[in-house]
């Protein structure tokens, strides 16, 4: 979501706070294809709209660790044991009254994206007060998941919108790309963690991209990638030298794009695969009568040395949601990672707010195709608001769905957390990750 955006829904809310939303059918009974089995579920009702469902909050981006999940928030995170992906369970809830709530973890160590500056009346994070005008990073001790400890607060000029990890084990800490998604901050903050003493987490320096980056995509192994998307397009940057030094080797502008939003790279490093996000993620963005490009994911070339000879950035393909959606849902492509599968396949996972959740083959870059989808009736909306068109619609679907051993995870708006399995043979082989940032790629295949 834009961080103007962001700030669009705090100053809306509190006009809506006395109007009341029906609740939202579970995933288990939303129309799918019949290779996507849903699982199990952890309701937690959440909106930004409904006092009756609490402080105005919604689930936003996960991250992995062993059998845990780590889902952000709004207003913190929750920590859930997935060891049963058929009845996932809750281990603990930390508040963090920032909103955004984007994670990276690693090991014992969790860090989240805090994106609005607290303003002079300051905030509370862990219980522990949050000095008036922060806005940036908290890093919290996670080795008692019961009862997580904020044990630093990195303040960034222009806070987080998202963050990316970079594991630099040799020198035992864990690098942060930060995006700020925001024209004043237009490049990624690099933060560094150490993994032995997380509380000296500090501010270490500013990469320019040219454009603000409002996620950031990263790709170890052979390839040492990192892609900022962003306003009009995406930045690339070669990490091989040095991982707090990006050396810039390309820059992309997207025709009809606005808000570049996500970046994941083909597990050979190849290949970048770009979304945007018109309308900031809360307009109807998937209808029939909108560009399709407002529906498209596209598919880049980032390796001078492919096969075809052809140059860093060109487009190899795009792929368009075939099934367009109402003018009562949010819908733009959001969040996705790609399958590692072994050399010779394609396939990503993607959340995408009211359109649900959708597996894609795009091996073949000019032909991708859907495999399988999860996609929710529109949510119920009995009055005005100011997203969509009249008669409006409220913020929902999935902020994000990944794939992670073997099955898949939706972290729903609205819901709470739901999983489901694709049994489909074009995933057969998938490797085991053991963890996940999911904008974080640790090897090539």
């Keep these: 979501m834009s ?11 509190a006009a809506l706070m006395a109007l009341g939303l029906p609740a939202e059918a ?21 909106s930004l709209l409904n006092p009756a469902v609490g402080n105005p909050d919604v689930h936003t981006d996960i991250a992995f660790w062993g059998n845990l999940a780590f889902q952000g928030n709004w207003d913190g995170f929750n920590i859930r044991d997935i060891s049963d992906p058929g009845a996932p369970t809750q281990v603990s809830r930390t508040f963090c009254n920032g909103d955004q709530g984007d994670i990276v973890v690693w090991g014992d160590v969790l860090v989240r994206s805090w994106n609005t500056n607290t303003g002079a009346a300051g905030s509370t994070c862990d219980d522990q007060p949050v000095a008036p005008g922060f806005e940036g990073l908290h890093v919290f001790d996670i080795s008692d998941l019961s009862d997580p400890e904020l044990v630093a607060s990195v303040d960034l000029p222009q806070g987080s919108h998202t963050a990316t990890g970079v594991p630099d084990l040799e020198n035992d800490r864990l690098l942060i790309y930060n995006s700020a998604s925001s024209g004043l901050n237009p490049g990624i903050d690099i933060v560094e963690i150490p993994l032995s003493a997380p509380q000296d987490a500090a501010f270490l320096r500013f990469e320019p991209a040219g454009r603000s980056c409002h996620d950031t995509g990263v790709i170890l192994g052979d390839a040492m990638l990192a892609a900022c998307a962003g306003g009009d397009g995406w930045t690339l940057w070669d990490i091989s030298a040095n991982l707090e030094d990006p050396v810039q080797l390309h820059s992309q502008t997207v025709p009809g794009v606005t808000i570049g939003h996500s970046a994941a790279f083909s597990f050979d490093g190849q290949t970048l695969v770009f979304g945007h996000e018109p309308g900031g993620g809360v307009d109807d ?16 070339d980032v390796d001078d040395a492919t096969d075809d000879g052809s140059p860093i950035g060109t487009l190899q393909g795009t792929w368009v949601l075939p099934r367009t959606q109402s003018d009562a849902e949010n819908c733009t492509l959001h969040n996705y990672n790609v399958v590692p599968l072994p050399s010779g396949r394609d396939v990503l996972v993607h959340g995408s707010y009211q359109s649900g959740t959708s597996v894609v083959d795009f091996t073949d870059r000019a032909n991708a195709t859907e495999l399988a989808w999860s996609d929710p009736p529109p949510i119920p909306v009995t009055f005005n608001t100011p997203f969509c068109q009249p008669p409006g619609c409220e913020l929902g679907g999935a902020w ?7 099955f898949i995870y939706e972290t729903n708006i609205t819901e709470g957390l739901n999983v489901f ?10 490797r085991r990750l053991g963890h996940l940032n999911p904008q974080t790629q640790e090897f090539t295949i």
């Design 3 to 13: 961080r103007t955006r962001s700030a669009t829904l705090l100053l809306v809310s």
């Design 26 to 46: 579970g995933h288990s009974t939303d129309p799918s294809t019949n290779n996507l089995h849903p699982l199990g579920h952890i309701e937690e009702p959440a």
């Design 285 to 300: 963005r998937c209808k029939a009568s909108d560009p399709v490009s407002d529906r498209s994911l596209f598919f880049y």
């Design 400 to 406: 994000s769905s990944y794939w992670y051993d073997s």
């Design 421 to 430: 399995r694709f049994s489909g043979k074009e995933t057969a082989g998938a």
